[in-house]
């Protein structure tokens, strides 16, 4: 069982950054990939950025060049730098992890993913 909370949203105005922490509970975050996905309202939610056990990575093309998903094993969290912050960035995002079958596996899609957290806001004024 894995328990994520997310910490870092806010209200940040057009062209800021915002760094979303995600600190996940367990002594097996290394075996972990994880993702970031986002939700507007009345849309659907969709990947931001995942990434593997081995720490290789995948953006979305909407966030490409402005957003950098990470991890440190050692501090049981990932991280989701982003930079050039546009108004239909405004979300709530989400962590999600689950066991990663090989370390450099990637998974973009929702429904492979076994954990969430509760999310937290992001809005960007324009």
């Known amino acids: 069982q894995v328990h994520l909370v997310e910490s870092g949203g806010g209200l940040v105005q057009a062209g800021g950054s915002l760094r979303l922490s995600c600190a996940a509970s367990g002594r097996t975050f290394s075996g972990y990939a994880m993702g970031w996905f986002r939700q507007a309202p009345g849309k659907e939610r969709d990947l931001v950025a995942s990434?593997?056990?081995?720490?290789?990575?995948y953006s979305a093309d909407s966030v490409k060049g402005r957003f950098t998903i990470s991890r440190d094993n050692a501090k049981n969290t990932v991280y989701l730098q982003m930079n050039s912050l546009k108004p239909e960035d405004t979300a709530v995002y989400y962590c999600?992890?689950?066991?990663?079958?090989?370390?450099?596996?990637?998974?973009?899609?929702?429904?492979?993913?076994?954990?969430w957290g509760q999310g937290t806001q992001v809005t960007v004024s324009s």
């Open positions: 990434i593997s056990r081995a720490g290789t990575t």
């Open positions: 999600a992890a689950r066991f990663g079958e090989t370390i450099y596996t990637q998974y973009t899609q929702g429904s492979e993913y076994n954990y």
